[in-house]
């Protein structure tokens, strides 16, 4: 696989080849405290995680480091369930969390968010994701990843730009 730079408004998706990490980044018209409110806050998280077809229900969200989360993304072809442990939560700077997806419970990933404030109400997403494999980086590539990923933070700058 090649790396892929994709630019939808501010979205880049750095795919390097013969890797096991992913990087995205992504700017927003909101400063990092409401992007990061956004990140940690499950009744915000639901309403813009994922593609516009799917609808999210939170079974369990603890965003304290040590903390968990659990929840259902849902459309008309089924539910999947995805979980993980927060293994670090630092206000308005950076997440560390590991992610599960259920039907592919042995293929975890660690994912790196940080919040960088550019000054004039922006703040500039990084997140880097490590999977245990270049096969399961390149199958969650596969899935259709970035297209989820596009429309969920279209849908997150929407809630920031009315002041979620």
């Not at 939808?8 to 013969?18: H, I, N």
């Not at 939170?58 to 993980?84: K, M, Q, V």
Request: with cysteine; aromatic share 10%; charged share 25%.
């Amino acid at each position: 696989m090649t790396t892929t730079d994709t630019d939808y408004s501010t979205l880049k998706l750095d795919v390097p080849d013969g890797s096991q990490a992913l990087s995205i980044t992504r700017d927003f018209a909101a400063s990092p405290d409401k992007v990061f409110r956004a990140h940690t806050d499950p009744e915000l998280f639901v309403k813009w995680c994922g593609p516009d077809t799917i609808t999210n229900r939170i079974r369990e969200w603890d965003a304290t480091t040590g903390g968990h989360w659990s929840y259902l993304a849902s459309d008309d072809n089924g539910e999947y369930g995805f979980f993980g442990s927060f293994h670090e939560v630092r206000e308005n700077e950076r997440i560390v969390q590991t992610f599960t997806f259920e039907g592919f419970p042995d293929a975890v990933s660690l994912e790196i968010l940080r919040l960088t404030d550019l000054g004039d109400g922006r703040t500039r997403l990084n997140s880097t994701s490590i999977f245990d494999s270049v096969e399961s980086r390149d199958g969650m590539v596969a899935s259709g990843m970035e297209h989820g990923i596009r429309e969920g933070y279209d849908k997150l700058e929407r809630m920031l730009a009315a002041g979620l």
